[in-house]
Nanobody, 123 residues
Framework: QVRMVESGGGSVQSGGSLRLSCAAS????????MAWFRQAPGKEREGIAY???????NYADSVKGRFTISRDNALNTLYLQMNDLKPEDTAVYYC?????????????????WGQGTQVTVSS
């Protein structure tokens, strides 16, 4: 089990930026598929970005061109740089880790989750 702790959430105005971090407890983190999910009030959890152990990233259409996922395997840390934020980006953001060979935004792949960090974007 990989323990993960997110940080960096907060409140920002529309058009602003935030950078989320997710620190993982385990040294084998570098082999994991890592992803960011979010859940807005009254909505289902949505996968928004993933990154493979080799650094290949992919994004949901809702954030493509605005968000960048990255990882620092030496620090066991995952990042999400969020630019040009919109009110519809308001949600609790979660990092997740999957230890298998598949890497995608399929939620059932992920068996390790952080506690979540709130992001609020005002217009």
């Amino acid at each position: 089990q990989v323990r993960m702790v997110e940080s960096g959430g907060g409140s920002v105005q529309s058009g602003g930026s935030l950078r989320l971090s997710c620190a993982a407890s385990e040294s084998t983190y570098s082999s994991y598929c890592m992803a960011w999910f979010r859940q807005a009030p009254g909505k289902e959890r949505e996968g928004i970005a993933y990154i493979t152990n080799l650094g290949t990233a992919n994004y949901a259409d809702s954030v493509k061109g605005r968000f960048t996922i990255s990882r620092d395997n030496a620090l066991n840390t995952l990042y999400l740089q969020m630019n040009d934020l919109k009110p519809e980006d308001t949600a609790v953001y979660y990092c997740a880790a999957a230890g298998g060979t598949e890497c995608s935004l399929r939620e059932t792949l992920f068996d390790n989750w952080g506690q979540g960090t709130q992001v609020t974007v005002s217009s």
